[in-house]
């Protein structure tokens, strides 16, 4: 018989043990992560990170609440990373959450450090309404701080995260350097790719003179896009410092179009000659890939001008990638009138491996050549495959100390232009040439993490306008049918269930 006193030991028992597993799950907290690219679990780099830290960061999380819940899932995304965080970093990750929106003087605080609002929609008793949301950090350790204006949904959030924490956890980060003074892009080209760089390094322009040699201290040269021809003792210090363990990004253009005069001509800049004495040569042809961007072109309609989307082969979306670090997470990157590469290995010391190429259907032309927008394409056009478009060399590349160089058969790629001619580009494009610095310089390991988030994956342009339509149905109806499965056989056992007890006979 349960008697009161039975029963206020087994109320204790219960909390007692409730309690007991909330404080070891506190200090023994895990979860399973069954998505794809382990985008829920912590990195072996962040974790050395965190093992790694002398002093505690503090982490001000200013989050909106009541939000949709679509975004209120990165309020709880962003929680449970760093709870996790906190449990490998020994506790020296301190975190809060503020919710902004509850008064004007939290609102404004929140400003001041640099976390910026975003419009959304909130649906509130059948009206849309529009809200001033919150989805912002600041990390602060001693004097040193950092701020995460914003948090995406579906970003890389490990990635602001880690990034951050070794930006104010390291006092002098390391430099790199970009060429200049042979008709490269200014820094004010390359917005999006100075903003990712200099999170981790101290980006600075560098000059060559003949007098001058390439400083040690630069963990990394990058040329990006040169139009002019080099000197010749240009190349000759860059065997020096590739002699010394430097490291070495080249963007190239061999081949330049220009679609205001529709023309499409041969650049001459002397890489591909060095190049070619370590086996390497950029062909001076333009790639053409079924799978490539659009331009928009004017069309009249009638008494309307519209501007239609016209696929131009010319603009390679590249989205075969080889696994490696510098292309790890990357889906698509728009290649603007790129080259392709031929290589022979003539030292075996030296490691050249392809890490990008085109699609099975791509082909070449030699300039010069007039880009005729209404131009009918046919398969012949598209004859070749697989043509690499980048390559990652590692090895004795020029002496004895072994270094490591990474070339793409294209120099725009990763360049906003200025002025009229300024675009946004896509962020796997900027996430391409940041990797491949990442790659020459960082050995934590955060490379990796960059493009660790959730990010669409769209249908192979390759497939037949058919085999689309199929898989789009087959998507939709399979759930569908998997469900009236389940009701026809949950309703047969049941029907069965029933018709067998009525066949059995009660006993009074």
């Not at 001000?60 to 939000?67: C, G, K, N, V, W």
């Not at 021809?229 to 210090?237: A, G």
């Not at 209404?374 to 590349?397: H, K, M, Y």
């Not at 669409?456 to 085999?467: H, I, K, V």
Request: aromatic share 8%; proline share 5%.
């Amino acid at each position: 018989m349960l008697t009161r006193k039975k029963m206020q030991i087994s109320i204790l028992l219960v909390i007692g043990i409730v309690l007991l597993v909330n404080i070891i799950s506190s200090r023994l907290f895990f979860r399973l992560d069954f998505t794809g690219d382990k985008i829920y679990s912590l990195s072996k780099a962040t974790k050395n990170l965190l093992e790694n830290l002398n002093e505690p960061v503090t982490i001000t999380a200013y989050f909106s609440e009541d939000l949709p819940p679509d975004i209120a899932k990165v309020r709880q995304d962003f929680r449970d990373l760093l709870v996790e965080y906190n449990s490998s970093s020994d506790g020296q990750i301190v975190y809060e959450f503020i919710n902004p929106n509850k008064d004007e003087e939290t609102e404004i605080k929140a400003q001041q450090e640099g976390i910026r609002p975003i419009m959304i929609n909130v649906r509130e008793r059948d009206q849309v309404k529009q809200q001033r949301a919150y989805l912002g950090a600041v990390l602060q350790l001693e004097d040193r701080k950092e701020v995460i204006p914003f948090i995406q949904p579906g970003a890389a959030m490990e990635y602001a995260l880690s990034s951050n924490i070794k930006k104010i956890s390291v006092k002098n980060k390391p430099r790199i350097a970009l060429l200049s003074g042979n008709g490269e892009p200014s820094l004010q080209a390359l917005p999006q790719l100075l903003s990712v760089l200099s999170v981790m390094y101290e980006v600075e322009t560098l000059t060559l003179e003949p007098v001058s040699e390439i400083s040690n201290d630069f963990q990394a040269l990058v040329v990006i896009a040169p139009k002019d021809t080099i000197p010749e003792f240009v190349f000759s210090k860059l065997d020096n410092y590739l002699s010394a363990g430097g490291n070495v990004c080249l963007a190239l253009n061999t081949v330049e179009g220009d679609l205001m005069t529709a023309a499409g001509n041969v650049i001459h800049t002397g890489f591909n000659q060095w190049l070619k004495t370590k086996g390497i040569e950029v062909e001076e042809k333009f790639l053409v890939d079924v799978n490539c961007s659009s331009v928009m072109v004017r069309q009249q309609q009638g008494m309307f001008v519209m501007n239609t989307p016209v696929s131009f082969p010319y603009l390679p979306v590249i989205s075969d990638f080889a696994e490696h670090p510098v292309t790890k997470g990357l889906e698509s990157v728009i290649f603007p009138f790129a080259s392709p590469f031929k290589f022979n290995v003539v030292d075996t010391s030296i490691a050249i491996t392809p890490i990008a190429f085109s699609s099975e259907k791509s082909g070449v032309q030699s300039p010069p050549l007039y880009f005729d927008i209404s131009r009918q394409w046919t398969p012949g056009d598209f004859n070749l495959s697989s043509l690499p478009v980048a390559l990652a060399l590692e090895g004795n590349i020029s002496g004895v100390n072994s270094s490591r160089m990474v070339i793409f058969g294209d120099g725009d790629f990763a360049v906003n232009g200025e002025g009229q001619q300024v675009q946004q580009l896509q962020p796997d494009n900027i996430s391409l040439l940041a990797n491949a610095v990442d790659w020459l310089s960082d050995d934590t390991g955060l490379i990796e993490l960059r493009t660790k988030g959730v990010t669409s994956r769209p249908l192979n342009a390759q497939l037949e306008d058919g085999t689309k339509t199929a898989v789009k149905y087959i998507n939709f109806l399979i759930p569908i049918l998997l469900i009236i499965i389940y009701g026809a056989v949950r309703f047969q056992l049941n029907r069965s269930k029933r018709n067998k007890l009525k066949t059995v006979d009660y006993v009074r």
